[in-house]
C-alpha cells in the first residue's frame, strides 16, 4: 500500500502563487517612447520578445515542477508492504555448554557413526536453538574459566555458529560449573521479567574449578528468579580394548548427579540424564514443553521510503532552472 506520511503538506502548494499575488515584483519604471524608423530592426525586435516570452513561460514550468516535486519529498512518500507475524515470548534462554577435556569421550552415536560428546551436543542444541523462535538465546562456554561467547540476542543463527565453532579445551580442561552459573546470573541480572529467565547448563563431570562454587552459584540464581535445568551426558557403560582383551567401563564415573539435581531443584528447574543422541533429543524436547514458545504475535509491516525519487527530481530540475537563467543572462 502506498501512503503520505504528512498528506497536509500539500496545502503549501499554492504558496508561491500566494506569494506572487500579493506581493508582486517591483515593477519598471516606464520610459519615454523612441522613434525607430527602420522597420527591420523593429521585427527583429519584436521576435527577440516573443522567444523571451518562452523562455519566461519554460522557466516558470521548471519552477513550479520542482516545487511539486519539493512538496512530494517533503510529505513522506512510503510503501507499506504486506503484515508480518513476528512471534515473541520475551524468554531470555542461557545455554551453558561444558568444553572440558572429558567431553571428548567418544561414547555417543550420530547418523550411525561413533562421536565424541560435544559433536553429539553441538548437533542436537542445534536444532533446539533454531526452534526458540521470538526467545532471546546466549552462549555460555566453561571449563577452567567460564566465557560468555554470545550475549543475548534474537539472532539464532549466529548463535549456532559461534556453537559450531567450539572446541574441547578451549576454556580449559577443568570443569568450572559454579561460574558458569555465575557467569550466567551477571548477565541476566537486572532484567525486568525475572519470570522468564532460564539457564540450561549442560556438562559431563563435576565442579574441579573456577573462584565460584556451585552452592554459591545457586543462591546468586535464587536472587533473580533464574532457573536451572541441568543435562549430565554421557554413557553408562563403554566397551573398550585393553591389553586382556575388551572390557566394559563406565566413562561417565566423574558426573556428579546430586550436585546437578540439587542445582535444578533449587532454582526450580530439573535435571535430565542423557545417555545417548536420542535421550539427548528427548531432554531438549521436554525443556521446550517446560519452557514452551509463546504463541503471541505481533504484527510488522515494513516500510520503504521513497522520498529520494521526488527529491532527485527536484535537484535536477533546480540544475536545469539555474543553467537556463545563466544561459539567458
Known sequence: MFEFV??????????????????????????????????????????????RQVSQQLLLILAWLAWICLLLAAARPQWMGEPIDVARSGRDVMMAVDLSGSMQMQDFTLHGQQVDRLTATKAIAHDFIARREGDRVGLILFGSQAYLQTPLTFDRKTVNMFLDETAIGLAGKETAIGDAIGLAVK?????????????????????????????????????????????????????????????????????????????????????????????????YAAIDKLEPVARETQTFRPIRALFVYPLFAALMLVIGLGLLLLRKK
Not at 517591483?26 to 527591420?40: E, N, R, S, V, W
Request: aromatic share 10%; hydrophobic share 45%.
Open 6 to 51: 504528512w498528506i497536509w503538506v500539500f496545502l503549501l502548494l499554492p504558496l508561491p502563487w500566494l506569494w506572487r499575488r500579493f506581493w508582486p515584483a517591483q515593477a519598471q519604471q516606464q520610459h519615454g517612447g523612441l522613434y525607430i524608423p527602420f522597420a527591420d530592426e523593429l521585427r527583429l525586435a519584436s521576435g527577440n520578445q516573443e522567444k
Open 187 to 283: 548477565r541476566l541480572q537486572g532484567i525486568k521479567n525475572a519470570s522468564d529467565l532460564v539457564l540450561i547448563l549442560l556438562t559431563d563431570g563435576v565442579n574441579t574449578a573456577g573462584a565460584l562454587k556451585p552452592e554459591e552459584g545457586v543462591e546468586l540464581a535464587k536472587k533473580i528468579g533464574l532457573r536451572i535445568y541441568t543435562i549430565g551426558i554421557g554413557a553408562s557403560a563403554l566397551n573398550v580394548a585393553s591389553f586382556f582383551g575388551s572390557q566394559t567401563i563406565n566413562p561417565s564415573a566423574d558426573l556428579d548427579e546430586t550436585m546437578l539435581r540439587n542445582i535444578a531443584e533449587q532454582t526450580g528447574g530439573k535435571y535430565f540424564r542423557a545417555h545417548d543422541s536420542d535421550e539427548l533429543k528427548q531432554v
